[in-house]
């Protein structure tokens, strides 16, 4: 049976990292993405971060330069390096991923994803 599960998320204060880790398993298949999304109360989900199997990355606006995803294929487990953390950070964060190839534009779209973890929480305090 296919999992991914989140480990990662805590509590930090504003300006300080944390790193997210998704590991995947009971995969016959090797997927096309692994994302990074997010959703904070009374929001819709977003896209954070995408990585295709090719190593090609996709960042929102919203986090790069302080965000880097990652992946270790060796140990089936896909990173999100967060850094510089700020208050608007906080939300439940979520891997997911995606079998099939997309245009580059679609790649942060949450519904473009087909299976997804249960979430980790991160918070941030200012």
């Known amino acids: 049976q296919v999992q991914l599960v989140e480990s990662g998320g805590g509590s930090v204060p504003s300006g300080g990292s944390l790193r997210l880790s998704c590991l995947v398993s009971?995969?016959?298949?090797?997927?096309?993405?692994m994302g990074w999304f997010r959703q904070a109360p009374g929001k819709e989900r977003e896209g954070v971060a995408a990585?295709?199997?090719?190593?090609?990355?996709v960042y929102a606006d919203s986090v790069k330069d302080r965000f880097t995803i990652s992946q270790d294929n060796a140990k089936n487990t896909t990173y999100l390096q967060m850094n510089s953390l700020k208050p608007e950070d906080t939300a439940m964060y979520y891997c997911a991923e995606r079998t099939r190839i997309i245009p580059r534009q679609k790649q942060l779209s949450p519904n473009k994803y087909d299976r997804w973890g249960q979430g980790t929480q991160v918070t941030v305090s200012s």
């Open positions: 009971g995969y016959t298949y090797l997927p096309y993405y």
């Open positions: 990585l295709d199997r090719d190593g090609g990355v």
